[in-house]
């Protein structure tokens, strides 16, 4: 079982950056899809954006609209999220996920290991 911690969420008004990261445990961390979630008051937790362990990346373009990107670092066993041009429904809790199995890369049954979640504000 892989062990995930966010970090980096924070508070930030309408049209700033932020940068996420994800420490992951583990001795194949390059074997994991890993996945970015976030979750808002009153919604489900929804897909952000993925990265496979080849690098090929996903994104949910409907909410993400270009403006976020994701990368991973295989050798120190991390994977970011950076968000540019952020906006207020981008207020949410992170979550980062991991995966060892095929599926969907948007799918939540896909990830067997969850993060705690940070949070991210965006101010108006």
């Known amino acids: 079982q892989v062990q995930l911690v966010e970090s980096g969420g924070g508070l930030v008004q309408a049209g700033g950056s932020l940068r996420l990261s994800c420490a992951a445990s583990?001795?194949?961390?390059?074997?994991?899809?890993m996945g970015w979630f976030r979750q808002a008051p009153g919604k489900e937790r929804e897909f952000v954006a993925a990265?496979?362990?080849?690098?090929?990346?996903?994104y949910n373009r409907d909410s993400v609209k270009g403006r976020f990107t994701i990368s991973r670092d295989n050798a120190k066993n991390m994977v970011y999220l950076q968000m540019n041009s952020l906006k207020p429904e981008d207020t949410a809790v992170y979550y980062c996920?991991?995966?060892?199995?095929?599926?969907?890369?948007?799918?939540?049954?896909?990830?067997?290991?969850w993060g705690q979640g940070t949070q991210v504000t965006v101010s108006s």
């Open positions: 996920a991991a995966s060892e199995r095929l599926g969907s890369p948007s799918r939540l049954e896909t990830y067997a290991s």
């Open positions: 583990g001795r194949t961390f390059s074997r994991y899809a």
């Open positions: 990265v496979d362990f080849i690098g090929i990346t996903t």
